[in-house]
């Protein structure tokens, strides 16, 4: 059973793109929540999606920033025309359940580096 | 507001040698508290999860304790080792599916 899987890992992009980050959940689970960690600051929620839901974007800013976690396939987190203060590094984490007691597990991350 | 504090900011201390990292909370209404190790370039890796009734929680070297009622909480790592080099992370869960992370205590650990 693989871990929470993040790619890319790194990604560079110039001011005005689009960067699309993804992440696959563990087997089994049907819970997604993304971070955003910027340098020298603890993580910062940015939303909460069930299955073809988004249950909490309250972290996520209004302009720019999109999620989803479609019925197949992986979480995707978008920004659009990127800016240097959107470089951090971004966390998706997996639970198989509404987090109460249940576990919930970290990827590695993406590093976004806007140049 | 919601918020979680952590002390040390950072700390170094030798190889065998003891150390208690603090968590103050203003998370309400509490559901449970997480201390998690972030490895420098990985993600968090959760060591203890405590509810509002539990006082001391262990892992290994690792010994979480918990009051509710003064809102803190400590994790206490015993005869430290190289590998305990990271950042230490405490989480507050609120109920309702929201964390709030504390900016952490990044820990060195020299021979």
């Known amino acids: 059973n693989a871990g929470v899987m993040q790619n890319p890992r790194h990604l560079v992009r110039r001011r005005g793109q689009e960067a699309r980050l993804r992440c696959s959940p563990m087997?089994?689970?049907?819970?997604v929540y993304w971070y955003r960690q910027l340098p020298e600051e603890g993580l910062k929620f940015m939303v909460y999606l069930q299955k073809e839901n988004i249950i909490d974007e309250s972290g996520m800013p209004k302009e720019r920033f999109s999620a989803e976690f479609p019925k197949e396939g992986p979480s995707i987190l978008r920004i659009q025309q990127v800016v240097r203060g959107d470089s951090a590094a971004y966390f998706c984490?997996?639970?198989?359940?509404?987090?109460?007691?249940?576990?919930?597990?970290f990827g590695q991350g993406t590093r976004l580096t806007v140049v | 507001k919601n918020q979680v504090e952590q002390s040390p900011q950072s700390l170094i201390i030798l190889e065998g040698k003891n150390c208690t990292l603090q968590?103050?909370?203003?998370?309400?209404?509490?559901?449970?508290l997480r201390w998690y190790k972030q490895d420098t370039g990985r993600g968090p890796v959760s060591l203890t999860i405590m509810t509002f009734s539990e006082n001391t929680k262990s892992n290994g070297r690792y010994t979480a304790t918990l009051d509710a009622d003064t809102k803190q909480s400590s994790l206490h790592i015993t005869a430290s080792q190289l590998s305990d080099s990271a950042s230490y992370i405490c989480?507050?869960?609120?109920?309702?599916?929201?964390?709030?992370f504390g900016t952490g205590t990044s820990l060195t650990v020299i021979p």
């Open positions: 087997k089994g689970h049907s819970h």
């Open positions: 968590c103050n909370y203003t998370v309400s209404p509490f559901s449970n």
């Open positions: 984490a997996s639970s198989p359940s509404s987090l109460g007691l249940t576990e919930a597990f």
């Open positions: 989480v507050v869960s609120a109920r309702g599916n929201q964390f709030y």
